[in-house]
């Protein structure tokens, strides 16, 4: 595991090593009077985190809080493991979020319909989180830790259940995939996190509830803290609405997929010199059924 204290008193914990997964998972630990974790991961890396946490003098076991910033394996599947695991825990959800952890036979679905039947295999199973062991945020809702308060933002277009979280204490925000994903090819050149249902107009107006806030910080949920926001916010809003206008041109042309693809291939070439990741065909699928439903 990897420990580096990226701001005051927050700690990013990577476990990308241990677990072998090539698009890492980062986990973020707040310590204060009242200890946080933002973004349990998945089950298979959250089992790590506490596992060698031990070994690094961190207490993992202490959080009163866990806080995904949605609930796909990724970012959210671990907390049904975490919250058994640290019963005194409370874990923070968006009300729609909540709904589907209860019973998350629904989330398990879609999991195998994104990463296919065997997901498990990588990511480990996904768990309830029992009602009792749910705080279930409004938008704005302030969480008090101690030096630093937490703000819950409902940040909503690469999920409807996505939340974004403001910390006081460094100025800095949690966007989860709000703000997009960064390829490391291209380290200043944020893609937008697209999965069906993406909702492109709310995704566009959460980035901009965001810029509002001015952070001084942003800590991503795969690639790490930076500290750098403005330019990564205009870049990634920028990206956003090209892309849009790329695919939403391309399907009144009746251009076929490649063709789409090509064309956003040829606009990151030139913007960023970079090759358009694999990972974003999962991406252009999502803002072909936006504009095919819209
Ligand atoms: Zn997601």
Same mark, same amino acid.
């Given at each position: 595991?990897?420990?580096?204290?990226?701001?005051?008193?927050?700690?990013?914990?990577?476990?990308?090593?241990?677990?072998?997964?090539?698009?890492?998972?980062?986990?973020?630990?707040?310590?204060?009077?009242?200890?946080?974790?933002?973004?349990?991961?998945?089950?298979? #890396?959250?089992?790590?985190?506490?596992?060698?946490?031990?070994?690094?003098?961190?207490?993992?076991?202490?959080?009163?809080?866990?806080?995904?910033?949605?609930?796909?394996?990724?970012?959210?599947?671990?907390?049904?493991?975490?919250?058994? !695991?640290?019963?005194?825990?409370?874990?923070?959800?968006h009300p729609r979020g909540a709904k589907n952890m209860v019973d998350p036979a629904r989330l398990v679905s879609a999991t195998k319909v994104v990463f296919g039947e065997d997901f498990e295999h990588r990511f480990g199973p996904i768990s309830p989180i029992s009602e009792k062991q749910m705080l279930i945020a409004q938008d704005g809702e302030i969480i008090h830790l101690g030096r630093r308060d937490l703000t819950i933002i409902f940040t909503p277009g690469h999920a409807s259940h996505h939340i974004s979280i403001w910390d006081s204490?460094?100025?800095?925000?949690?966007?989860?995939?709000?703000?997009?994903?960064?390829?490391?090819?291209?380290?200043?050149?944020?893609?937008?996190?697209?999965?069906?249902?993406?909702?492109? &107009?709310?995704?566009? !107006?959460?980035?901009?509830?965001?810029?509002?806030?001015?952070?001084?910080?942003?800590f991503y949920s795969h690639c790490g803290a930076r500290r750098d926001p403005e330019l990564l916010i205009a #870049?990634?809003?920028?990206?956003?609405?090209?892309?849009? &206008?790329?695919?939403?041109?391309?399907?009144?042309?009746?251009k076929a997929e490649q063709e789409t693809w090509r064309m956003i291939s040829e606009y990151v070439k030139k913007k960023a010199g970079g090759d358009l990741p694999p990972e974003f065909l999962l991406g252009l699928s999502a803002y072909i059924s936006y504009f095919t439903q819209k």
């Open positions: 595991m990897r420990v580096t204290e990226v701001a005051d008193s927050t700690y990013l914990l990577d476990c990308s090593e241990d677990v072998g997964f090539s698009l890492s998972e980062v986990a973020y630990l707040l310590v204060d009077d009242i200890p946080a974790l933002i973004e349990p991961c998945s089950t298979t #890396t959250s089992s790590k985190l506490l596992e060698r946490s031990r070994d690094f003098g961190i207490k993992v076991e202490d959080v009163a809080y866990i806080i995904p910033t949605h609930i796909h394996v990724d970012h959210g599947g671990g907390a049904g493991y975490l919250s058994r !695991q640290l019963p005194n825990a409370k874990v923070v959800l204490l460094s100025q800095g925000i949690f966007p989860g995939e709000a703000l997009g994903f960064i390829a490391d090819s291209m380290p200043d050149f944020p893609l937008p996190a697209a999965v069906p249902p993406f909702d492109l &107009q709310l995704y566009i !107006q959460s980035i901009d509830s965001l810029a509002a806030l001015m952070p001084t910080m942003v #870049t990634i809003r920028e990206n956003s609405i090209v892309i849009g &206008q790329i695919v939403e041109k391309s399907l009144k042309e009746g």
